[in-house]
């Protein structure tokens, strides 16, 4: 239990299980899936297509990730690469806005969205990147934004980060 939030070590995709949280929800999904009402838009690729602010399990953490659903994609980043996962959960909001960070600079009312295996809490960002605004996650200690694209992990100083309003 992580400020006062349960991440779940195990994301069930063919059950729509929510589980409700501090003020928002985690919708279980998996690819073919359409976004469920409600769902946090994040961005927009180069191609028009839109994004959704996600996480899923991946190598031990529990990581913030993109979801693509008109392209029937979901990535995260890690380790240096864009990964492809099948299962994941949507955020879907209550009342979120975006606002400007960088470095490890964490707002208050930052939303969670996962952790790392060590137990670090990781935060949703997203960035303009060439013509798309992408979504991955806010790593603290690495005091940048880590973002999957073009198979690799991308990073920037300076982002916005999801925080309750």
Avoid at 28 to 53: C, F, K, M, N, T
Avoid at 65 to 71: A, G, N, Y
Avoid at 116 to 134: A, D, P, W
């Amino acid at each position: 239990l992580m400020f006062g939030i349960t991440f779940s070590n195990n994301i069930t995709a063919h059950r729509q299980k929510s589980r409700v949280m501090t003020g928002y929800t985690w919708v279980a999904s998996s690819h073919g899936r359409a976004a469920p009402p409600r769902a946090v838009q994040a961005g927009q690729d180069a191609d028009g297509s839109l994004i959704y602010a996600g996480r899923a399990f991946f190598h031990g953490d529990t990581l913030p990730c993109k979801i693509v659903p008109q392209r029937r994609e979901a990535y995260v980043s890690h380790n240096g690469r864009e990964h492809n996962v099948s299962n994941y959960e949507y955020l879907v909001e209550q009342h979120m806005q975006w606002v400007s960070s960088s470095g490890s600079y964490i707002p208050p009312g930052a939303v969670p969205a996962g952790h790392t295996s060590s137990g670090e809490t990781l935060y949703l960002g997203r960035v303009r990147h060439g013509n798309s605004i992408t979504v991955g996650k806010v790593h603290p200690s690495h005091g940048c934004l880590y973002i999957p694209f073009g198979g690799n992990e991308v990073n920037y100083n300076s982002y916005e980060i999801l925080v309750m309003r």
